[in-house]
């Protein structure tokens, strides 16, 4: 009999326990964008490959220019199918970084899109004439 009771009690003091909280206001205010400050990364100049085709006929030839240039005679070789899959990876390689690059420019794009918007719309629209002839 005493649990009849106090669940409606304790039912009624939870329900009016949540109609006492306060409406939450909001408002809503554009943040500026900061500028990024990103600068691209610069193009890396990479070491120039020596690459020396050894086969059966020129392998002692190749050996021999080595050990006159006091080279070590050590190869690393790469059949013809390995070959082509390390220029595929290369070229795999080149192209994420070509998406990277984009998605760099893309953010700074849209970070800084007001100062360019402005500047655009201040400047008229001239084409550009791709003719190296000079008249």
Known sequence: MQNVLILPILTTVLISGCASTKQLEIFTKEVERVPLNLELPPVEVLEEINYMIVNEANQEEVFAKLKEANI????????????????????????????????????????????DEQSESKSSFEPKNFNNDKD
């Open 72 to 115: 070590d005679p050590v190869l690393f070789a790469l059949t013809d199918e390995d070959y082509e899959l390390l220029q595929k990876n290369n070229v795999r390689m080149r192209n994420q970084l070509i998406k990277y690059r984009n998605i760099i420019e893309a953010y700074k794009q849209y970070y800084e899109s007001k100062k």
